[in-house]
C-alpha cells in the first residue's frame, strides 16, 4: 500500500519517473547520485527507492542519530557515521559492507550542495576497498527523472574511471542549475 502511495505521489503529483532500477542480484553498490543542488534531492531518493523496492542506504554524522531523530534516519536507511578526525573513513565504510549482507550506499561525490568543478574521490576508493560496484544515479530536474544506470566495476585507474562514471551525467540538470556539477563544462 505504501509503494502504491509513494508512486501516485512521485508520478502524478510531482512529476516524476524512475529510468533503470537496481538488479536485486547486486547486494551493495556505491551509488553515485549527481548533481547534489538541493535538500530536495533527499526526497527524491527516498521516493525512487520505495517504488524501486530496494533498500539503499546512506551515511550522516552520529550527532544526528538521537532520539527522536534516530528513528527516522533509521527508518530511511540512514547509518551513523563517526566523522572524527583520526579515523580513515575508507577503511571505516568498507567494514560496513563487510558486516551486512546488503548494503547500497548512496552518496554525492560533489560533497555539498553548493558549485563544485571536481568530485571528492573517497567514493571511488569505498568501492575498490569493499570490492563492489558503482551505480551512476542522476537526479535531473530538467526531465524530471531519477535515473539508475547499470552497475559500474572500478578498474583502479581512478583518471579513466572517473571520465566514464562523469559521462552519465552530461546533459543533467540540477534543481539549482547554478550549483550543479556538469562534466561537459570542465
Known sequence: ??????????????????????????????????????????????????????????????????????????????????????ENKVDTIAAVFEQNDVF????????????????KTGFYYIALKANVPIIPVAFDYGKKEVVYHEPFYPTGSIEQDLKVLESYYIGVIGKNPEKGFYPENK
Open 104 to 119: 547500497r550506499l548512496a552518496l554525492s561525490p560533489e560533497g555539498t550542495r553548493k558549485k563544485v568543478t571536481t568530485w
Open 1 to 86: 500500500m505504501k509503494r502504491i502511495i509513494y508512486k501516485f505521489i512521485f508520478y502524478k503529483i510531482f512529476g516524476w519517473k524512475v529510468v533503470g532500477t537496481i538488479a536485486p542480484e547486486v547486494k551493495k553498490a556505491v551509488l553515485v547520485v549527481v548533481p547534489h543542488t538541493s535538500w530536495w534531492d533527499f526526497f527524491l531518493g527516498i521516493f525512487s527507492r520505495a517504488i524501486l523496492k530496494v533498500e539503499i542506504n546512506y551515511l550522516a554524522k552520529k550527532e544526528l542519530f538521537v532520539f527522536p531523530f534516530k528513528y527516522f534516519f533509521e527508518w530511511t536507511g540512514g547509518r551513523a557515521l563517526n566523522r572524527g578526525k583520526n
